[in-house]
């Protein structure tokens, strides 16, 4: 929820605490004040209701009214702040959840995935380095570092995706709606660990 949008509902709260006490708490309080120290010959007769009703809001209690307005203004404002800090906690409580539900729902994924990608990768990985000690031809040379690189981040976006401690997204392009775990900065660092890891191996 908007910080505008909180502010909106907040001077409608305080609108309404407003007329609340202009044109409810401040007629009855004149009423129970006139009631005790000008009582009725009859309990609440309509006519002396009416008239208290009407003396309410003339021209010598338009100061008390104003103070009763006031007053409701506050209440208002405090009842308004109340609630919606409540809504905004409640939203982020249920956010939060459906944040813990997907990020257990992609572990569970991700373990999957692994079991069946990680095997397939490793042969990948594995034929293509032994295949690079033994054929002397420079360019096979170069397209199998190219797939070692390749099975070697895959490896790393499974360790990034299985380590995750919380989910955030990023457009998949500029022009698409289409979102995809920001995998980034978590991926760079672990693919230079690898290569310098590959560099040290070769050395």
């Given at each position: 929820?908007?910080k505008?949008?909180?502010?909106?509902k907040i001077?409608?709260?305080?609108l309404?605490g407003v007329?609340?006490?202009?044109?409810l708490?401040h007629?009855f309080?004149m009423?129970?004040?006139?009631?005790?120290h000008?009582?009725?010959?009859?309990?609440l007769s309509?006519?002396?209701?009416l008239?208290?009703?009407?003396r309410?809001?003339g021209?010598y209690?338009?100061?008390i009214?104003?103070v009763f307005?006031?007053?409701?203004?506050?209440a208002?404002w405090v009842v308004?702040?109340?609630?919606l800090?409540?809504?905004?906690?409640e939203a982020?409580?249920i956010?939060?959840?459906?944040?813990?539900?997907?990020?257990?729902?992609l572990?569970?994924?991700?373990v999957?995935l692994?079991?069946?990608i990680?095997?397939?990768?490793?042969v990948?990985?594995?034929?293509s380095?032994?295949l690079?000690?033994?054929?002397?031809?420079h360019?096979?040379?170069?397209e199998?570092?190219?797939?070692?690189?390749?099975?070697r981040?895959i490896?790393a976006v499974?360790?990034?995706?299985?380590?995750?401690?919380?989910?955030?997204s990023v457009?998949?392009?500029?022009?698409?709606?289409e979102?995809m775990i920001d995998l980034k900065?978590?991926?760079e660092?672990?693919?230079?660990?690898t290569?310098?890891g590959?560099?040290?191996?070769?050395?």
């Amino acid at each position: 929820m908007g910080k505008t949008v909180i502010q909106g509902k907040i001077v409608w709260f305080t609108l309404a605490g407003v007329a609340v006490g202009i044109l409810l708490v401040h007629p009855f309080a004149m009423l129970l004040y006139a009631m005790e120290h000008h009582p009725p010959s009859a309990p609440l007769s309509l006519p002396f209701v009416l008239h208290q009703l009407r003396r309410a809001f003339g021209p010598y209690l338009v100061r008390i009214g104003l103070v009763f307005a006031f007053l409701g203004g506050v209440a208002g404002w405090v009842v308004g702040s109340w609630f919606l800090q409540k809504k905004r906690l409640e939203a982020e409580k249920i956010e939060h959840l459906r944040s813990i539900t997907a990020l257990e729902t992609l572990k569970e994924l991700m373990v999957t995935l692994a079991h069946y990608i990680r095997n397939a990768n490793m042969v990948v990985g594995g034929f293509s380095a032994r295949l690079s000690k033994s054929i002397p031809d420079h360019g096979l040379q170069e397209e199998l570092r190219l797939i070692q690189e390749a099975s070697r981040e895959i490896d790393a976006v499974i360790a990034s995706l299985q380590d995750l401690t919380e989910i955030s997204s990023v457009e998949y392009t500029a022009s698409s709606h289409e979102r995809m775990i920001d995998l980034k900065k978590d991926l760079e660092a672990r693919l230079a660990k690898t290569q310098l890891g590959a560099d040290q191996k070769q050395e």
